[in-house]
């Protein structure tokens, strides 16, 4: 069973940036993400990208977080820019074969442990 770890959580003030990265135990599956939980909301993508090359982003990162994915080092990792207080949640490092988790987070594999990034002054 993969398993996913987490890094780089923490307090950032509105405006900064902030970096999480994710490793996987082994080799990996096809698509490799971040998700996102605010309190009382439903979890969504925030970011993935494909073995292929290709990057998703949710429309409300879009211009303000990069990922950036390793796959010889099995390592993934979110440039968060511009944070604003909206964008405070736990951050989830997800992985899976499924084309469907892109829209849909009950279809992703593995997921990690979550980091919580608040943005606050």
């Known amino acids: 069973q993969v398993q996913l770890v987490e890094s780089g959580g923490g307090l950032v003030s509105p405006g900064g940036s902030h970096q999480l990265s994710c490793a996987a135990s082994?080799?990996?599956?096809?698509?490799m993400g971040w998700y996102r939980q605010a309190p009382g909301k439903q979890r969504e993508l925030v970011a993935a990208?494909?073995?292929?090359?290709?990057?998703i982003y949710a429309d409300s990162v879009k211009g303000r977080f990069t990922i950036s994915r390793d796959i010889g080092k099995n390592t993934v990792s979110l440039q968060m820019n511009s944070l604003e207080p909206e964008d405070t949640a736990v951050y989830y490092c997800a992985s899976g074969g499924d084309y469907r988790s892109l829209s849909d987070y009950t279809f992703v594999e593995v997921w990690g442990q979550g980091t919580l990034v608040t943005v606050s002054s």
């Open positions: 082994r080799r990996i599956f096809a698509i």
């Open positions: 990208a494909t073995s292929g090359g290709r990057t």
